[in-house]
DNA sequence: TGCATATTTCGAGAACTATCGAATTATGTG
DNA sequence: CACATAATTCGATAGTTCTCGAAATATGCA
């Protein structure tokens, strides 16, 4: 990942409904939402979701298949675990000392 | 770490300048750098800079110690660590499969 | 085809963010 | 104290982002 997509990826998730629609897609991987269904949850209008599902999906967050007249959504996983390892790069910066309180944190899970 | 830091904390890290600060202070711990030193490293204005400084610092990923007449600055690894709970978490869902790859490749530092 | 449902796109207004010159504050030194 | 240096705060402007009503598009079904 590089220090653009990171940049991007922060941005869609500096806002507090994106923030929300996508760890509420995270508890519901691997099946995912539909976007109606998303609006509900989150108490927010189908048009203004459906522009914060287009800022998390340009920025490689979630994905979205059609299914008839729905539109499912999912979290990336993959693109997630990516900007973690982006972050822990720099954490490091090549000191192991500073990262291994953090693996172990992560290690919970 | 709760949720609205989480949120403040992208919205920090989610502008050029700013990630680029931070991961350049992440590079100089734990001595750190001081604000002018950053603004000529950056090529960005002391004053500007200055306000992306106090946007990292509310958010809690840097703090700052006046030596004499110069403002040391310094990354908060902690705090970039509870970040990346916080992403873990999610990550994980209560599923350990879905985190293990994770804190496989954390583990290459 | 006509109609209902699901979702997105458009467009405008309001709110927020970034930038930087100028002024200000804080500190050290002669 | 006067002066130089380091950094921040102020204030204005330009640019970006958020929100949501209305319109458009896509699909399924009778």
Same sequence: chains 1, 2.
Wanted: with cysteine; proline share 4%; net charge negative.
């Amino acid at each position: 990942m590089q220090s653009l997509d990171a940049l991007t990826a922060f941005g869609a998730l500096s806002q507090e409904t994106r923030l929300d629609t996508f760890r509420l897609l995270v508890r519901h991987e691997p099946e995912g939402l539909p976007a109606g269904e998303l609006a509900r949850e989150l108490e927010v209008p189908a048009n203004t979701l459906s522009t914060h599902l287009g800022i998390l999906a340009r920025a490689g967050l979630v994905t979205s298949e059609r299914r008839g007249r729905i539109i499912q959504y999912r979290a990336d996983i993959a693109r997630l675990r990516e900007l973690m390892v982006f972050l822990a790069r720099d954490c490091c910066g090549g000191r192991s000392e500073l990262c291994e309180p953090l693996v172990a944190e992560l290690a919970c899970c």
